[in-house]
């Protein structure tokens, strides 16, 4: 039989074992990059280390986030894990700009195709996510379409140029943003919109 005391009890231990839920953010993106750096061969990963060598982030903001005493041999993975997070970065950055209307989320400027490396200031955030609609009170969304570029489309274009003759400034670019994307594609609200007859947008 549960008395007050017991029920308190074992309400003070659920509270106390409740933890905060931690968004992907920064960190996520670092693990899924720092599984791929594990798995792939040494001839890659010296390309891959060459390709980032020319992010504009490479020799100041990478480098002062690595802690100090950090083996040299794990330096190149560190690195590799923070290109992941460049994306998101570059959103911080007053270097860049937003391109595309509703504070750059949706894609509709001329800009929004654009892939020539890191002489593109333009943040992209339409590239994150792929908004494919659901609804819970039968609004009808089989006509809506799915804004375009976007993650997929991105993912596809970015393995494209990775495996074509384009320069290796637009590589290392095209390189970020895929292992970015990567990470992106997996997190839940990164690949949903919800429409509902209050909200039919």
Same mark, same amino acid.
């Given at each position: /039989?549960?008395? *007050?005391? +017991?029920?308190?009890?074992?309400? @003070? $231990?659920?509270?106390? %074992? @409740?933890?905060?839920?931690?968004?992907?953010?920064? =960190?996520?993106?670092? !693990?899924?990059?720092?599984?791929?750096?594990?798995?792939?061969?040494?001839?890659?990963?010296?390309?891959?280390?060459? %390709?980032?060598?020319?992010?504009?982030?490479?020799?100041?903001?990478? *480098?002062?986030?690595? *802690?100090a005493g950090t083996p040299d041999d794990d330096r190149p993975r560190l690195i590799f894990m923070l290109a992941a997070t460049w994306p998101d970065a570059i959103k911080r950055d007053n270097d860049y700009h937003d391109d595309g209307s509703n504070n750059g989320n949706i894609p509709d400027g001329p800009e929004?195709?654009?892939?020539?490396?890191?002489?593109? =200031?333009?943040? &992209?955030?339409?590239? &994150? =996510? !792929? #908004?494919?609609? =659901?609804? +819970?009170?039968? $609004?009808? !969304?089989?006509? /809506?379409? !799915? *804004?375009?570029?976007?993650? #997929? $489309? +991105?993912i596809v274009a970015f393995r494209d140029v990775l495996k074509s003759n384009s320069s290796d400034d637009r590589k290392s670019y095209d390189l970020v943003w895929l292992l970015h994307l990567l990470g992106d594609v997996h997190q839940p609200l990164h690949c949903v919109t919800r429409v509902s007859a209050d909200h039919p947008r």
């Open positions: /039989m549960n008395t *007050p005391l +017991q029920i308190t009890s074992m309400l @003070a $231990t659920l509270a106390l %074992l @409740a933890q905060p839920v931690a968004a992907w953010d920064g =960190f996520g993106h670092m !693990v899924v990059a720092s599984v791929a750096y594990r798995s792939l061969d040494a001839k890659t990963r010296k390309r891959v280390d060459e %390709l980032l060598a020319r992010n504009p982030y490479f020799k100041d903001k990478w *480098p002062a986030l690595i *802690p929004v195709l654009r892939n020539t490396g890191y002489d593109d =200031f333009n943040r &992209h955030k339409y590239w &994150h =996510f !792929v #908004d494919k609609p =659901f609804s +819970q009170d039968g $609004t009808d !969304v089989s006509s /809506m379409k !799915v *804004p375009e570029p976007n993650a #997929d $489309t +991105q």
